[in-house]
């Protein structure tokens, strides 16, 4: 599966984005998704998952009550909605896929990354 995503931009602190990252290639719906994040001179870090169904979410600490991951299975795309936005939420997003809904850095396919940057 392909993956692309979007959105990203500079935002001042305490406002909103929302990333988008749209899916092609295979079923779409076969695939838990995920949204990871790497800062300058950091390691990537996991932000949200979002099983095949859209029922079931996890969200890293750092980003829960903030952040809400969502998927539209007909759109073969997954949201990231932000807000309150941080500093600190500086990084470039990426968008995972992968077959199994699990707590793992070890996604199979992965999206190009978009910047958001968050002015203090």
């Known amino acids: 599966v392909q993956l692309q995503a979007s959105g990203g931009g500079l935002v001042q602190a305490g406002g909103s984005l929302r990333l988008s990252c749209l899916a092609s290639?295979?079923?779409?719906?076969?695939?838990?998704m995920a949204w990871f994040r790497q800062a300058p001179g950091k390691e990537r870090e996991f932000v949200a998952l979002?099983?095949?169904?859209?029922?079931?979410?996890y969200y890293a600490d750092s980003v829960k009550g903030r952040f809400t991951i969502s998927r539209d299975n007909a759109k073969n795309t997954i949201y990231l909605q932000m807000n309150s936005l941080k500093p600190e939420d500086t990084a470039v997003y990426y968008c995972?896929?992968?077959?199994?809904?699990?707590?793992?850095?070890?996604?199979?396919?992965w999206g190009q990354g978009t910047q958001v940057t968050v002015s203090s």
């Open positions: 995972a896929a992968r077959f199994t809904f699990e707590i793992t850095n070890n996604y199979n396919y």
């Open positions: 290639g295979r079923t779409f719906s076969n695939y838990n």
């Open positions: 979002i099983s095949m169904s859209g029922i079931s979410t």
